[in-house]
């Protein structure tokens, strides 16, 4: 079992910046053998998407819509962050932190609960 806890979210001014953190714990068989780690964010209305994606070999993806303003790393996998930097309005989100394990099509799926992101005047 691994369990992840996002935190850091909160209100920001447009231009600002924040980092989020998900917090990873459990199985360290389960931590050490995960494929990729990721954020994803979520609006009512709107499907989950995937903002940024990093895998076992430190590459990192992004959307289209983040890159160059974001930055995904990790900490010995004990940490993941998400570093944004130029706000806008519509990264206004819940910012969920995502695991996959190393198993192809059969790998597990963990997410955690989520942090509320307000980017306003």
């Known amino acids: 079992q691994v369990q992840l806890v996002e935190s850091g979210g909160g209100l920001v001014q447009p231009g600002g910046s924040l980092r989020l953190s998900c917090a990873v714990s459990?199985?360290?068989?389960?931590?050490?053998?995960?494929?990729?780690w990721a954020w994803y964010r979520q609006t009512p209305g709107k499907q989950r998407e995937r903002v940024a994606s990093?895998?076992?070999?430190?590459?990192a993806n992004y959307a289209d819509s983040v890159r160059g303003r974001f930055t995904i790393s990790r900490d010995n996998a004990k940490t993941v962050f998400l570093q944004m930097n130029s706000l806008r309005p519509e990264d206004t989100a819940v910012y969920y932190c995502?695991?996959?394990?190393?198993?192809?099509?059969?790998?597990?799926?963990?997410w955690g609960k989520g942090t509320l992101v307000t980017v306003s005047a």
């Open positions: 995502n695991a996959r394990g190393s198993g192809g099509a059969d790998a597990m799926v963990y």
């Open positions: 990093i895998g076992g070999g430190g590459t």
């Open positions: 459990g199985s360290i068989f389960s931590i050490v053998n995960m494929a990729s």
